[in-house]
């Protein structure tokens, strides 16, 4: 393993995709969303997505160049077109001027369309928190798993997210996919030569399978598919709120993440902002968030969402990051090639 800094990785990842089309505004937001990724120990969306990124910038799968804006207002509503480039730096766009609306207007829904894959998808929300407001993500993502019933995969892995901030404390962030781990997961047990477990995916003729390349080629499980079609109708509303209502691509008509040809997935990402002030009040709500808290840590082995991901951030803050020795070495090459 090789062990990094929090700034060394930001600058191994900023340096391999600038040296692969990505323009300086693009690669700081990426590498930003990356390394804070590795640094919670979620690896599939860290840094082990540098190389696949900055084989679509080379491939033109994502534009490096693009700038991503506000292309349409109305009311509490926004509409930002990332311009099929990677999706950060028009996240933190979309996000920042949702803060800025619901300030004014109370809350903001804001659609990002034209997009790529947005990686960990309540980071994007941790502004929010910072600024007193509560936050829901929606993203949809290529075709990885069936509507309920079906056999053939049309929906992504479509991940929710939440934060609620708290007064002197972390905030609570909430974030799954539908299915029943993410994609990624099989991403990195495949590099890593792992096998997988039972239940998280079907092969490409719908039988169950430990391998992960097998299970990456076929489909994905949506969560609890073996007891009820919840995981599947919940994927199924976030695929209409971020496809229909703000017109970005379907799972089904964006070529795989995993595959290095195909075309710009233009998937699309969903932001809901909402200041408690408008509504009980922010006094109100941070203490009745607080008595919920209470009651939750009434039992033992109760773990705040989030608390972990922070916990481990704060640590690889002061000890730096591992990464495998082949990722490093792939690091290495792509920003030189």
């Keep these: 393993m090789t062990q990094l800094t929090l700034a060394q990785a930001h600058e191994w990842v900023e340096k391999v995709l600038s040296h692969c089309g990505a323009h300086p505004g693009m690669a700081a937001a990426t590498a930003r969303a990356l390394v804070r990724a590795e640094a919670q120990g979620i690896a599939s969306h860290g840094l082990s997505r540098v190389p696949q990124y900055a084989t679509h910038l080379k491939n033109g799968r994502a534009d490096g160049q693009a700038v991503a804006q506000v292309a349409r207002r109305k009311g509490a509503a926004l509409w930002v077109d990332a311009g099929q480039g990677l999706a950060f730096e028009a996240c933190e766009?979309?996000?920042?001027?949702?803060?800025?609306?619901?300030?004014?207007?109370?809350?903001?829904?804001?659609?990002?369309?034209?997009?790529?894959?947005?990686?960990?998808?309540?980071?994007?929300?941790?502004?929010?928190?910072?600024?007193?407001?509560?936050?829901?993500?929606?993203?949809?993502?290529?075709?990885?798993?069936?509507?309920?019933?079906?056999?053939?995969?049309?929906?992504?892995?479509?991940?929710?997210?939440?934060?609620f901030p708290r007064q002197g404390h972390d905030p609570l962030m909430i974030d799954l996919s539908l299915s029943e781990v993410a994609r990624g997961k099989l991403m990195v047990a495949a590099k890593e030569g792992r096998s997988i477990p039972l239940g998280w995916a079907l092969d490409a003729q719908g039988q169950p399978t430990t391998d992960p390349q097998a299970g990456m080629a076929g489909s994905m499980l949506p969560v609890g598919a073996a007891t009820s079609p919840k995981g599947a109708m919940l994927a199924l509303v976030v695929e209409l709120l971020v496809t229909a209502v703000i017109g970005a691509q379907?799972?089904?008509?964006?070529?795989?993440?995993?595959?290095?040809?195909?075309?710009?997935?233009?998937?699309g990402q969903a932001f809901l902002?909402?200041?408690?002030?408008?509504?009980?009040?922010?006094?109100?709500?941070?203490?009745?968030?607080?008595?919920?808290?209470?009651?939750?840590?009434?039992?033992?082995?109760?773990?705040?969402?989030?608390?972990?991901?922070?916990?481990?951030?704060r640590t690889a803050a002061e000890q730096g990051v591992k990464i495998p020795d082949a990722l490093m070495a792939q690091l290495q090459a792509l920003a030189t090639a």
């Design 93 to 163: 766009l979309a996000v920042r001027e949702a803060v800025a609306v619901a300030r004014e207007m109370g809350v903001c829904f804001v659609g990002v369309n034209n997009s790529h894959h947005c990686g960990v998808l309540v980071d994007h929300l941790r502004p929010l928190a910072e600024a007193g407001y509560v936050g829901l993500a929606f993203a949809n993502s290529p075709s990885a798993m069936p509507v309920a019933g079906g056999r053939h995969a049309i929906m992504g892995t479509n991940p929710i997210a939440a934060i």
């Design 250 to 267: 379907f799972g089904f008509e964006a070529s795989s993440f995993f595959v290095d040809e195909g075309n710009a997935p233009r998937i």
């Design 273 to 313: 902002v909402i200041d408690p002030g408008a509504l009980s009040g922010s006094a109100a709500y941070f203490e009745r968030i607080e008595v919920l808290i209470r009651e939750m840590l009434v039992d033992d082995g109760v773990r705040l969402a989030g608390a972990r991901r922070l916990a481990l951030e």
